[in-house]
Nanobody
């Protein structure tokens, strides 16, 4: 599975941004997917994950109620809708595939990362 993330950029605190991640390869349309992020100078951390059919999601407490993950299997694309953004959401965001959950060590497929910067 190959992953291509896009949609990062600069946004003011309180604003919104939507990231996209398109998967290609065998069975890409039905693979569970997720998002992680790495803030400047910090470790990579879990953001959220979605099941292969898009019916089940799970989020980190830090983004719950503000971020929403969805999946369009017809387009092999996952989205991360980010609302009420805070400066502490500033990070490189990575999409993942092939695993439903928060354990980064269990993930085989990573996208290239897209930078989100939230200004105060």
């Amino acid at each position: 599975v190959q992953l291509q993330a896009s949609g990062g950029g600069l946004v003011q605190a309180g604003g919104s941004l939507r990231l996209s991640c398109t998967a290609s390869g065998r069975d890409a349309y039905r693979t569970p997917m997720g998002w992680f992020r790495q803030p400047p100078g910090k470790e990579r951390e879990f953001v959220g994950t979605i099941s292969g059919n898009g019916a089940v999601t799970s989020y980190a407490d830090s983004v719950k109620g503000r971020f929403t993950i969805s999946k369009d299997n017809g387009k092999n694309t996952m989205y991360l809708q980010m609302n009420s953004l805070k400066p502490e959401d500033t990070a490189v965001y990575y999409c993942t595939a092939g695993y439903y959950g928060s354990n980064s060590h269990a993930i085989n497929y990573w996208g290239q990362g897209t930078l989100v910067t939230v200004s105060s």
